[in-house]
């Protein structure tokens, strides 16, 4: 399959055929690097990382897979745009540079002017609405557990109306899953996207569903999938949402409440699992907390898979930009 020259901007952009295959290729460059093999594929090409937001995974999984394919690396969050200088006149700069351009951010607007504008393979390393580089990292990580993605139900608890519920239902759809959102209503997902990933379901043999029912929601669940309470830049609205969410964290008993003994535990971090080590003593003791969207318990327990999901974000970001740039 050639995907030489597209962008990866949201896999709504993509066929299920196309995801299936970054997912493979990515186990294939995984076992290629766990073999020692030294790669070449991306030798003489110039990438760019450009960021607004803060990281780790993104930017040390974009640096990693591209340095171990040859490729030579900018870490820019310094640059004039939006500032001094538009967007469309970066990203003409920055395609005149470099082979490839990263983007993470705030608007997905800006991610689709970059790919509008620079003329060359744009990724989106995560927006306020989408994060397609982590959906890939969790459906790999899906499929080395239980081998076969269609059909597969995931179950994501908590703001299902962030970057990450929307995303992950765009993957499951996209992908002959099952995909169930465990929220308070007023956190469910854009009715616009759900029914337009409804639509796809009927083509896939997916299906979504939405539901406030924590017990019904989660049975049958081979996934349990959350992410933090508050999001960048909504830090004001911590104390309303730990009232609205605590109901909805992952604890031991809503892992027993799936019925499945094999279901597994997905975050794209980071976790507020231990909030000793995450967050300040003031905010210990304001909300009386020592764990917020996932316990200790659960996320150090067996069915945590979360750094074979952290892992693999490396390996599928290798595959994209391998795919785009070499094909």
């Given amino acids: 399959m050639n995907l030489k020259g597209r962008h990866l901007l ?132 899906v499929q080395e557990n239980f081998g076969e993605l269609k059909g597969r139900r995931l179950v994501y608890v908590g703001d299902a109306r962030n970057n990450m519920g929307n995303s992950l239902m765009i993957g499951c759809a996209k992908l002959g899953m099952h995909f169930v959102a465990v929220a308070p209503e007023v956190l469910f997902p854009e009715e616009g996207l759900v029914e337009e990933m409804r639509t796809l379901c009927k083509t896939t043999g997916g299906s979504i569903t939405l539901s406030t029912d924590i017990k019904a929601g989660v049975k049958g669940a081979d996934v349990i999938y959350t992410d933090v309470w508050v999001s960048m830049g909504e830090e004001d609205q911590m104390a309303e949402r730990i009232k609205l969410l605590s109901p909805y964290q992952v604890n031991m008993e809503m892992i027993k409440a799936t019925e499945n003994d094999k279901v597994i535990f997905l975050h794209c971090l980071p976790a507020f699992h231990d909030l000793e080590t995450t967050v300040s003593q003031e905010v210990q003791d304001k909300f009386g907390l020592s764990e917020m969207e996932v316990t200790d318990e659960v996320f150090r327990s067996r069915h945590s898979v979360v750094f074979d999901e952290a892992e693999n974000r490396m390996h599928t970001i290798k595959a994209v930009m391998c795919a785009s740039l070499v094909g």
């Fill in 10 to 141: 949201t896999l709504k952009d993509f066929t299920p055929e196309e995801i299936q295959y970054l997912i493979d290729y990515a186990t294939e460059l995984k076992a290629k690097k766990k073999s020692g093999e030294v790669g070449t594929l991306l030798k003489g090409k110039n990438i760019v990382l450009l960021f607004e937001k803060t990281s780790t995974r993104t930017r040390c999984a974009f640096e990693v897979a591209a340095f171990d394919e040859g490729a030579n690396v900018t870490f820019l969050t310094n640059s004039q745009m939006g500032k001094k200088e538009s967007i469309e006149d970066t990203a003409k700069v920055l395609g005149r540079f470099y082979d490839g351009i990263e983007f993470r951010g705030f608007k997905q607007e800006t991610v689709q002017m970059l790919a509008d504008c620079s003329g060359v393979p744009v990724w989106n390393g995560l927006t306020d609405t989408d994060h397609p580089t982590q959906i890939l990292a969790d459906m790999m990580t």
